[in-house]
């Protein structure tokens, strides 16, 4: 595994990059502006003493006293008084007196300093090599031509530098140091939550819902972890929901089969009367209707949730919508001893699928003649943009009454079989064509409304 795709190697070597880059920039920043500084000061020292001094050279003879006291005054390291000798670039410098007898002066026979001083005749200052050491300077000429040099190692003064310089690096570099180790462990506490949360991911796709994805932390990665566990369970209800619908799916199927096969065995019989004979068939022919619908339902749910469902904005009149469903389920009415009418409002239009509209229809008049027992009154009411499907029957308890739309649920005590899937593809139906399906009980009263988004009446759209 490359080191480099690590979070904390890369956490690491960024906080070292940034480090280091801040310490480079106090390095140079802060360094030379350092020695300049003190160099300067120095230099400026000097300046001052060396101008008290020349004032004080006015009208007296300058001798070796004077020098040793000009330079114990300027805490110079040599003063050396020089007379120019010679002139234009021809010039060199003749010592007169020199504050360290013991040593001679070397290289101030043409020290740049002090030719400046006499070639300009002002005070000059500046910094020298001589022997690998550093001196501050500064030549001031007096009234007589002459040239007072004043001299100031900064060995003293480069030591500060060199140990700040020093300070500085070993500080930056156990600074280095922390910051790599402080990005390594807070990577690695990081690193430790993504793990975490791979791991939970790799449950989740692997079909494990059973563990909650917790994180205690209040940052983002908090937050995804949080984000992780809306998911599981979301999924986990989704699996449940498979499940069920697989295990219900089942079940309906099964039964019908099982009756079908159970009716072929009978009529191998061959001493079955013709009226048993046409019995059985009859039933056949029923669960053979049942089984069509379970796979048309199925057909529409899938269709549905894979939204393959193609709709239809069009006008409907929903009082002849009504009049055709009440023709279309009188018969099963009168069978089950129902007294069926329609209530409609010529006037009354909507928008939507005419034959999606039929088909929520149909599943709630089918659902009312099923449900309630012989001699309920079920009218189908059309008014405005509303369909309704009333009933007097005995009514759903009010913990039912939002479990009707699920799928495969059917209210218990129901007197009918069916797939259960009616009323949830009904609701669905209703929802994509921007409208709503809705269901109020109480006792004596049941009724399923359709709303849908309002319409012009064909005539009064004929008539603009």
Known sequence: MNPFRNVGVRLSLAVAVVVAGALAVVWVALVPTLQRRLVDGRLTLLAQSARQIEEQAKGITVDQDFIDDAAHTADATRVVYLQPIGGGNGTFLLELADSRQTSPAQ??????????????????????????????????????????????????????????????????????????????????????????????????????????????????????????????????????????????????????LFSLGGFLELLRDEELDEATRAEFLGTMSEQVQRLSKLATDLLDLSRLDAGGIRLVTETIALGELAEDLSGEFAALALRGEHRLEAATDADGAALGDRERVLQIGRALVDNALRHTPPGTAVRIVARGSTLAVEDDGPGIPAEYREQVFARFTRVEGSRAFGSGLGLAIARELAERMGGELRLTSNDGLTVFTLTLPAGVPEAESALA
């Open 107 to 256: 290289g101030v026979a043409a020290d740049p300093v002090a030719l400046r001083a006499v070639n300009l005749l002002s005070l000059q200052r500046g910094e020298v090599t001589r022997g690998g050491e550093a001196f501050a300077e500064v030549a001031i000429p007096d009234r007589l031509g002459n040239v007072f040099l004043f001299t100031a190692s900064l060995h003293a003064t480069l030591e500060n530098v060199d140990l700040v310089r020093s300070r500085l690096l070993w500080a930056g570099l156990v600074a280095l140091g922390l910051a790599i180790l402080v990005g390594w462990s807070g990577a690695s506490v990081f690193a430790r939550r993504i793990r975490r949360l791979e791991r939970a991911a790799d449950r989740i796709a692997a079909g494990d819902f059973s563990h909650p994805v917790a994180d205690s932390g209040g940052d983002e990665l908090g937050e995804l972890a949080t984000a992780f566990d809306r998911m599981r369970l979301q999924l986990a209800q989704l699996d449940d929901a498979r499940r069920a619908f697989i295990a219900n799916a089942s079940h309906e199927l099964r039964t019908p």
